[in-house]
């Protein structure tokens, strides 16, 4: 496992410090000066990487992802061949890369280049990192096909190549395929209106991806979990906490992760979670009423802080997703569950117990689903888990056994279908 990330020499300095990367492999770590230099002040502590809101940011930011590319990509290629490369291997093939006088013409790959650091200035990081990603699959084709790109090579016959080096080679299934397609589209079309290219080909490129099954905790089960004695376990008592407020309030984690004391106010007698949803920067607020009264619980029983504090401890998605499979295995939430997925034409059936499929995308699911079974209408719903239309928030809706059965009967009063 590679890791790639960059620190200060002097994070004190009062004038600009050079860049360093530290990259780790494999038990090895190579450390060493990147030849850039910042002013600690435009440096981000927290994330190890430069301020957005500085100026010169496009500049860093592209300059630091050429060089995280180049170690990376030297030591999956030495990989590949079953070796691991030297410290000094690395280090060399980095200076080497580096001291490179610039191609004289544009290629796609700097283009591509350009392109992403477009991007890191108007989405998260996850979504560059997508693009970052595809970069890297589509250079790995051009190489494993021996298939030169160039925008011109962007037809339906490189489509269905590229889609079945996915599937067929590197085992990625539909709805990963399909992501990648449409951020391919993304690049295409930004290059198109950038004047790079008019081969217009790529608007037919389909990604389509199949519903998965949706994975939601019933009333039953979140009364086991709300009920479970976690005296003894403050670690899981946290993790309850912050799933279940996360289900009984309709939010992302990211937003759950970064909700504070003065987020929640008291308007006419009950409490509302007033929100700005970290996901596209919504400039509009959400008012979350807190009225569900297990959802106040949770809340008044964290630790009160300042205004500014957060309310609950800091986690990592990941670290929390396991938890949450550990606390829903407590409460014997067990059942049968299967996931259906596809690779190409082939069927993959994944099954096991339910506990094993659940993580944070559970809570939201799950309130979308109880809040329409109990009567919620999908306008006000929308009010509420901040989806701009309702086309977005159907992939969110499971159709629970509880209301078929209820639809059955009043479709089949008298339990025939001929009568």
Not at 186 to 193: N, P
Not at 371 to 391: C, F, N, S, W
Request: charged content about 30%; overall charge positive.
């Amino acid at each position: 496992m590679a890791s790639a990330k960059f620190y200060l020499r002097d994070p004190k300095a009062k004038k600009k410090t050079s860049i360093c990367l530290d990259f780790s492999y494999d038990g090895y770590r190579l450390q060493c000066s990147t030849k850039l230099s910042i002013n600690p002040k435009d440096w981000s502590h927290r994330q190890n990487w430069p301020k957005h809101q500085i100026s010169s940011y496009s500049q860093y930011n592209s300059a630091l992802l050429r060089i995280q590319s180049i170690v990376e990509d030297f030591y999956l290629d030495n990989k590949k061949t079953g070796s691991t490369p030297s410290i000094q291997s690395i280090k060399d093939h980095l200076s080497s890369q580096l001291n490179k006088k610039e191609e004289k013409t544009i290629g796609l790959w700097e283009i591509y280049d350009t392109f992403i650091n477009h991007k890191s200035q108007e989405v998260k990081e996850l979504t560059v990192k997508k693009f970052i990603t595809l970069k890297k699959l589509l250079q790995g084709f051009s190489k494993d096909k021996n298939h030169q790109l160039d925008f011109n090579k962007f037809d339906s016959k490189f489509e269905m190549a590229f889609c079945s080096y996915l599937t067929g080679d590197l085992q990625q299934v539909n709805n990963t395929v399909s992501k990648y397609i449409t951020c391919l589209k993304v690049f295409l079309k930004w290059a198109q209106e950038e004047g790079y290219h008019q081969n217009l080909s790529y608007q037919k490129f389909t990604s389509k991806s199949t519903d998965k099954e949706i994975t939601y905790l019933t009333e039953e089960e979140l009364k086991k979990l709300f009920n479970l004695d976690l005296i003894n376990s403050p670690r899981l008592s946290r993790t309850r906490d912050m799933f279940l407020f996360q289900c009984f309030t309709g939010q992302r984690f990211s937003d759950i992760e970064n909700l504070k004391w003065g987020d929640i106010q008291e308007v006419d007698g009950d409490h509302e979670w007033h929100l700005y949803q970290k996901k596209g920067d919504k400039p509009k607020m959400i008012n979350v009423p807190l009225i569900i009264s297990e959802a106040t619980q949770i809340l008044f029983r964290q630790n009160r802080g300042a205004l500014n504090d957060k309310i609950f401890s800091p986690i990592s998605n990941q670290k929390l997703n396991v938890y949450i499979k550990e606390l829903c295995q407590m409460a014997e939430i067990d059942s049968h569950f299967k996931e259906v997925k596809y690779r190409g034409k082939e069927r993959i059936e994944i099954t096991g117990q339910k506990h094993e499929f659940i993580s944070t995308h559970t809570a939201r699911r799950t309130f979308i689903t109880l809040a329409l079974e109990r009567g919620m209408r999908p306008e006000v719903l929308q009010k509420i888990t901040g989806h701009e239309d309702y086309r977005t928030m159907k992939k969110y809706i499971a159709v629970t056994d509880k209301v078929k059965k209820a639809e059955m009967r009043k479709a089949f009063a008298e339990g025939s279908f001929l009568s």
